[in-house]
T-cell receptor, first 114, second 111 residues
Framework: ETGVTQSPTHLIKTRGQQVTLRCSSQ?????VSWYQQALGQGPQFIFQ???????GRGNFPPRFSGLQFPNYSSELNVNALELDDSALYLC?????????????FGQGTRLTVV | QQQVKQSPQSLIVQKGGISIINCAYE??????FPWYQQFPGKGPALLIA?????SEKKEGRFTISFNKSAKQFSLHIMDSQPGDSATYFC??????????FGAGTTVTVRA
């Protein structure tokens, strides 16, 4: 077990809706990143937070947003859902200022947009 | 564009055999190269990682070989076991930031 938990594990949403996915990191892990993994592909970097500030972003539109809280939890919010947003969403955490040598992933949230 | 290219897409190996997965990268600024193992319905788990100042790293049955001049690195799974059947991802990052993943290799170990 990595100590990183995500909720919910599965979710079905309708196109155009908004969704919030949650992640709880290990205590002491100040860095959290979110990744999108489409079926049969490798994870793609969405963004990264360090001590509640976004410090990096991948090629995802602004309708993907996030928050990190002082209690080592974080959220990924996606507005105006599109069918192509269907994927496994993963969060990863580490203790360093960046996603360090020990990046621990959660089990993911499987989002289906219909 | 994909910054890390991984091959093969899938492979089948007999129990006790050797599985070899190859990755190539373009960005010479990358300085951290981990391998992740992922089982169905689970998140990726760090298997082994290497920095470019060494050419090989071994942990148990898993070995990373790194060729800086060729910008390639590979994972060798020795004495493959049915429990090793999973999808393996290579990745790379610069300064421990933003992992760029390969497309993955599905390994099937036949008993």
């Amino acid at each position: 077990e990595t100590g990183v938990t995500q909720s919910p594990t599965h979710l079905i949403k309708t196109r155009g809706q908004q969704v919030t996915l949650r992640c709880s990191s290990q205590s002491g892990h100040n860095t959290v990143s979110w990744y999108q993994q489409a079926l049969g592909q490798g994870p793609q970097f969405i963004f990264q937070y360090y001590r509640e500030e976004e410090n990096g972003r991948g090629n995802f539109p602004p309708r993907f947003s996030g928050l990190q809280f002082p209690n080592y939890s974080s959220e990924l919010n996606v507005n105006a859902l599109e069918l192509d947003d269907s994927a496994l969403y993963l969060c990863a955490s580490s203790s360093g200022p960046t996603l360090g040598t020990e990046a621990f992933f959660g089990q993911g949230t499987r989002l289906t947009v219909v | 564009q994909q910054q890390v290219k991984q091959s093969p897409q899938s492979l089948i190996v007999q129990k006790g055999g050797i599985s070899i997965i190859n990755c190539a990268y373009e960005n010479t600024a990358f300085d951290y190269f981990p391998w992740y193992q992922q089982f169905p319905g689970k998140g990726p788990a760090l298997l082994i990682a290497i920095r470019p100042d060494v050419s090989e790293k071994k942990e148990g049955r898993f070995t990373i070989s790194f060729n800086k001049s060729a910008k390639q690195f590979s994972l060798h799974i020795m004495d493959s076991q049915p429990g090793d059947s999973a999808t393996y991802f290579c990745a790379a990052s610069k300064g421990d930031y933003k992992l760029s993943f390969g497309a993955g290799t599905t390994v099937t170990v036949r008993a």
